[in-house]
């Protein structure tokens, strides 16, 4: 499992939904990806983004980029910190340190390219 992968397989319906609706993807036979199954959203979506390491990089930009500079973390100490040394006020989603992680980091995620 790449990287790709790992965060589609992380991701919740919710952001996969949004994902396929601002990158504007499209489905045969649904006219809504709202609608469409769960898998094969996922399998789609990782098709789409998996060869085209800048586009899965523009799309975490667009997704977590701010909440990033919101969050102020400059290295991957500031990113555990603060997901795992202290309870958080609201549920995070697996996606969401992932993702980060990923954009902060892009030397760990080509490293992680390779199948595991």
């Not at 523009?58 to 919101?70: A, F, P, S, T, V």
Request: hydrophobic content about 45%; charged content about 30%.
């Amino acid at each position: 499992m790449n990287i790709v992968e790992l965060y589609f397989t992380v991701a919740d319906q919710e952001i996969l939904i949004k994902i396929a609706n601002k990158w504007k993807i499209n489905i045969n036979g649904f006219s809504n990806v709202a609608k469409v199954p769960e898998k094969i959203l996922r399998k789609h979506l990782f098709t789409k983004f998996n060869s085209k390491d800048e586009l899965f990089y523009k799309l975490l930009e667009d997704i977590y980029g701010l909440k990033l500079k919101e969050l102020n973390l400059n290295d991957l100490d500031d990113l555990l910190y603060t997901f795992l040394s202290y309870p958080l006020k609201e549920k995070v989603d697996p996606h969401f340190p992932l993702g980060i992680l990923i954009l902060m980091n892009p030397e760990f995620a080509q490293k992680c390219r390779c199948d595991v």
